[in-house]
T-cell receptor, first 112, second 112 residues
Framework: EAGVTQSPTHLIKTRGQQATLRCSPI?????VYWYQQALGLGLQFLLW???????NRGNFPPRFSGRQFPNYSSELNVNALELEDSALYLC???????????FGPGTRLLVL | GENVEQHPSTLSVQEGDSAVIKCTYS??????FPWYKQELGKGPQLIID?????GEKKDQRIAVTLNKTAKHFSLHITETQPEDSAVYFC???????????FGKGTMLLVSP
């Protein structure tokens, strides 16, 4: 069974640009979660999508947004990039609410 | 919101020794207590979890114990091996709403 996949693996942008990160959940999973892992810090919860709807949002500004498509894959968009947005962005999926979260390998975003 | 503290932040042991990592949380509504292992360049992987109606769970060399009254749970690894070297995260949550709050992580180094 294929795990959670994320693309691209690495992304380099300059300050003020926009970044789009993609996540494909495990087959049969309907919920997708996004986390930010800055260097030396733990995982900070960003967004949770389930059945195409945003269900919960972490303490991040509105320039962090996303969506979930009918096939349950998801996209995270970060507008007006700032240097401190440089981090590993992790996606996780679950088959439903309250289930174990399975993580992808992440997208490493570098903002110059 | 949930406050999560992990101790120690780094732990060095000799191969064959035991390792214990403690996680303290603040939200009494938390009822799901997982531990994740993150190796360099990879996303976190669930290694063991416990729900609030259980006090202890064991899986081969790994165990988790929960003290819900004192609001802490611990990861125990026996007969450590070099491949156990990684960063370990606790992530207590309310499974009903699928929100996990991650600790800052414990770097475990197992020397041969």
């Amino acid at each position: 069974e294929a795990g959670v996949t994320q693309s691209p693996t690495h992304l380099i942008k300059t300050r003020g640009q926009q970044a789009t990160l993609r996540c494909s959940p495990i087959s049969g999973h309907t919920s997708v979660y996004w986390y930010q892992q800055a260097l030396g810090l733990g995982l900070q919860f960003l967004l949770w999508y389930d059945e195409g709807e945003e269900r919960n949002r972490g303490n991040f500004p509105p320039r962090f947004s996303g969506r979930q498509f009918p096939n349950y894959s998801s996209e995270l968009n970060v507008n007006a990039l700032e240097l401190e947005d440089s981090a590993l962005y992790l996606c996780a999926s679950t088959p439903g609410w309250g289930e174990t979260q399975y993580f992808g390998p992440g997208t490493r975003l570098l903002v110059l | 919101g949930e406050n999560v503290e992990q101790h120690p932040s780094t732990l060095s042991v000799q191969e064959g020794d035991s390792a214990v990592i403690k996680c303290t949380y603040s939200d009494s509504a938390s009822n799901y207590f997982p531990w994740y292992k993150q190796e360099l360049g990879k996303g976190p992987q669930l290694i063991i979890d416990i729900r609030s109606n259980v006090g202890e769970k064991k899986d081969q060399r790994i165990a988790v114990t929960l003290n819900k009254t004192a609001k802490h749970f611990s990861l125990h690894i026996t007969e450590t091996q070099p491949e156990d070297s990684a960063v370990y995260f606790c992530a207590p949550g309310d499974s009903g709403y699928s929100t996990l709050t991650f600790g800052k992580g414990t770097m475990l180094l197992v020397s041969p």
